[in-house]
């Protein structure tokens, strides 16, 4: 049974270039949720993906968009590059009689230079 | 609101010793309380959870943590610390409602010296 899995592992964007980045849930997991966790700090939380909806989200600015799937899996993508935005960005999954339960992938390292 | 302040940024144990990592929440709403573990360059894992049911939790890997409400502490314990304990472990909260946002501590590093 994978868990859940993010790609890229690694990225290097340039300031005011746009990013991608994609997650796909564990297997029977539903909801989709995504955290930003800068150097030193613990994650913060972006938004959360529930039937192709954003359900919540946290104090991120408009730059910050998502979408999910039919079958589950999510993107995250962010506008106009800050150097701010250099973190690790975590995806997890949780399925719907469990929202709390949260399965974190591996993350993937934004590098904005 | 809620949130989570985790006492010490740092803690380190001799290898055998006990491990008490320190985790204070607050909320306006019966919590969920969660403790998380990460190691280098990897995601997290989750090492236990309170959901309102007995205040003591057994997670993974002989851990532990006391939920004690009068305190609005979540402690994480374990009674003999291993090399492989190393790492960054963080406390998180959530009001458990629809979504189940988690609002993380700033995170404890632990350190064991052999």
């Known amino acids: 049974d994978a868990g859940v899995t993010q790609s890229p592992t690694h990225l290097i964007k340039t300031r005011g270039q746009q990013v991608t980045l994609r997650c796909s849930p564990k297997?029977?997991?539903?909801?989709v949720s995504w955290y930003q966790q800068a150097l030193g700090q613990g994650p913060q939380f972006i938004f959360q993906?529930?039937?192709?909806?954003?359900?919540q989200r946290g104090n991120f600015p408009d730059r910050f968009s998502g979408h999910q799937f039919p079958n589950y899996s999510s993107e995250l993508n962010v506008n106009a590059l800050l150097l701010g935005d250099s973190a690790l960005y975590l995806c997890?999954?949780?399925?719907?009689?469990?929202?709390?339960?949260?399965?974190f992938g591996p993350g993937t390292r934004l590098t904005v230079t | 609101a809620q949130s989570v302040t985790q006492l010490g940024s740092h803690v380190s144990v001799s290898e055998g010793a006990l491990v008490l990592l320190r985790c204070n929440y607050s909320?306006?709403?019966?919590?969920?309380l969660f403790w998380y573990v990460q190691y280098p360059n990897q995601g997290l894992q989750l090492l236990l959870k309170y959901t309102s049911a007995a205040t003591l939790v057994k997670g993974i890997n002989d851990f532990e943590a006391e939920f004690k409400k009068s305190e609005t502490s979540f402690h994480l314990t374990k009674p003999s610390a291993h090399m492989s304990d190393a790492a960054e472990y963080f406390c998180?909260?959530?009001?458990?409602?629809?979504?189940?946002?988690?609002?993380f501590g700033q995170g404890t590093e632990l350190s064991v010296k052999p």
């Open positions: 297997s029977g997991h539903d909801t």
């Open positions: 997890a999954s949780s399925p719907i009689d469990s929202p709390t339960e949260q399965y």
């Open positions: 993906y529930y039937e192709e909806e954003e359900r």
């Open positions: 909320s306006s709403v019966p919590p969920y």
């Open positions: 998180a909260v959530s009001d458990g409602n629809q979504g189940g946002k988690l609002i």
